[in-house]
């Protein structure tokens, strides 16, 4: 998921279709949005653009706004939205769709505001909205060339020292207003990248490690990065929020949401950069959900028989309606949705039967193809690592049916994953199992070179492989093909070889109409027609 996974579940239809979808809805998620709306949202009129940017909120299903930019627009999109606003300053406010109970805002008016919310359950959540200063201009184009590692951190440096002081200022403040000990959310744009992002593994996407130190105040002070947590695979392009509006300059991760307290779970973490007809912000919006560990205490069986009467209940309700707009309306509907966050839980918690689960149903989730290739690689690679060796069989063969799997990963990436798959493997059935399917992959690719690698592969698997009849192979833990897949190779390797399109056909002999012996060779350069007949 890297998934990322969309939880929002919106319906517009009958009440029979609300009622349906209410049922399903989890009382135990907060949704937490943190937005710089660009100067009040007003870059695209001072009426319509605040309007695109309450659609967008209203969209998300946020229900808390860590908002930056706030500029006049802060209390039209509370009253639009009909949320509780706190401002503070001209720059940062919050929004919240629960009560504010008190304000505890620490440092600069224009950098920070806090607010105690009173969550559905009566427990209480300290938010803060941040916005953090820059010392010089590294995103615009060309703005990095030429430019060391160190002249790129000092453009950050304020960015480090004012997050610094208003971690440290957080706590004392909280106890001072009678709140001490309970979880702190701190959201915003941070004008600065992470060292989760700028990391070796990474290098190719961001041609240096650089170790942030405003990333690392959050992690010293013990506040987890909930985007990278729920994504610890670096994606630049998937992760940036820095900029939907400026394709040409650098793109990055600029805003976040950090939280500190282990009752919350991450369960969904995405960016919002795409509205029609043109995104009102030069920031994408970070979305991101939690859930409560206790959610756990519902097992991953009675999750899924929960999905199983919902999605029976749901095919009921298309099944009766007759009526076109409602039909589309609940196609677009589907339990899977609703379920998924939950699924989810399930699968950060090791129980790799709801990655199973998430595979079987990524079409009926509403996710763009990017967020669907990246979930799918985030899920394959859980269920080949998995100690349950028919699981790890199952996913293997799922994988290699799955095209839109094979198109994000290409052939290689395939092959990557197989040969990490054998390493683990302990029977040697097995693995030959995994490279004849992979080789198999490998013979149907329309790339002559890939078309000769997979041979190449059977080739080597059918020297390994001798017939039931024959003596056991040498080695016995070295990958071996069964009697069906040895049959299936032979028989794949003499096609491509020999009966494939341009490839000379092998040299048979047979009786000609006048009863004498002839061989294909006798006929080699001429036009021949050969026709198959039988009696019965």
Known sequence: MRVSFLLLFVLWGSSDCRALCAEQESDSSLSILSWNIWHGGKEDGKE?????????????????????????????????????????????????????????????????????VELPDGEHLAFYSIWLPYDGEIWAQGTREGKSVDELLAACASSALNLASILESIGPRLEEAGFPGIPVVVAGDFNSMSHFDYTEAARAQYGHVIDWPTSRVAENAGFRDTYRDLHPEVNRNRDSTWTPRFPEQQQDRIDFIYDLGTNLQVVEARVIDEFTPQFPSDHGALLVRLERSAQLEVTFDEDLASYKSAHDAWKEALDATEDRKEKRTLKKAHPAAQYEARMRAHFSAGDLRAAEWSLGNLRDLD??????????????????????????????????????FARAVTLRGLEERVLRLVGIEGDALESGHALFLMAKKFTSSRDAEEVERGLGMMDALLEVSPPE????????????????????????????????????????????????????????????????????
């Open 469 to 536: 009849s024959d003596a056991e192979p040498q080695n016995p833990n070295h990958p071996t093909l069964g009697e069906g897949d040895r049959k299936e190779a032979e028989g794949i390797v003499f096609a491509l070889r020999f009966l494939a399109i341009g490839k000379v056909a092998p040299d048979f002999t047979g009786s000609s109409v006048d009863g004498e012996e002839i061989s294909l060779k006798d006929t080699r350069g001429k036009v021949t027609v050969l026709s198959f007949f039988g009696f019965w």
């Open 367 to 404: 996710l763009k193809r990017s967020e669907r290739d990246l979930l799918q690689i985030e899920l394959y690679d859980a269920l080949l690592g998995a100690e349950d060796a028919e699981l790890r069989r199952r996913s293997l063969e799922r994988m290699m049916k799955d095209s839109a």
């Open 48 to 116: 319509v653009g605040p309007q695109r940017v309450a659609e967008v909120i209203r969209g998300s299903g946020a229900d808390l706004i860590a908002m930056q930019e706030t500029y006049g627009s802060g209390e039209l999109l509370s009253a639009e939205l009909g949320f509780h606003f706190l401002p503070r300053g001209t720059n940062v406010s919050i929004h919240s769709r629960f009560p504010i109970v008190a304000d505890v805002s620490v440092f600069e008016p224009f950098k920070c505001v806090g607010a105690i």
